[in-house]
């Protein structure tokens, strides 16, 4: 039941974020760098670990605001941490919003994104259990795949924060307690 309480309060503070986000409208107004700055600072709610973490994502994906890429499965990557579009009608149902909404969300309001994203991965850490795991799971359900991916989130983590990236005991601590 937790899990679900949980949940809920997700969706809600994505409706509530995405109704006083000021990038819903001024997106070319800012530098897009950053607001996606700003947006994964908001969503990591003061958790060091998360942040670094979502900056790992965000430096292996290389999405950018507005972004679609198209995948050879005919998903799209959208927006700066490049959600894929399969998890569109997901985040609709679950937020009781069209599905168009969502998808032009995830692709030009980065504070949506980096919300998406955050959700995605904790899910996946709750799921599984383990941190590299989930950092996996953001990406694939190939477990070859997840393997990969996670080693290459490892070097832009280390690029980024150094190689005693999560070093301090606090992140350490933070870390094993999603």
Known sequence: MVWIAD???????????????????????????PEVARC??????????LEK????LRDQEAGWIGAE???RNGSHDLGPLQINSWWVPRIAALLSRRENEVRRWLQF????????ARWIFLD???????????????????GARQRRYAALVAIHLQKRFGSDVFG???DVQARSVP
């Open 168 to 170: 301090s005991r606090r």
């Open 53 to 56: 973490t979502l900056w790992g």
């Open 7 to 33: 949940r809920r309060f997700f969706y809600i503070a994505l409706l509530v974020l995405m109704a006083a986000s000021p990038c819903t409208g001024a997106v070319a107004a800012m530098p897009p760098e």
């Open 124 to 142: 996946a850490l709750k799921m599984s259990g383990s941190y590299w795991k989930a950092m996996g799971i953001y990406h694939s359900p190939n």
């Open 69 to 71: 890429i198209l995948n």
């Open 109 to 116: 309001d980065p504070c949506f994104n980096a919300e998406a």
């Open 40 to 49: 994964i600072r908001q969503a990591a709610r003061g958790q060091s670990w």
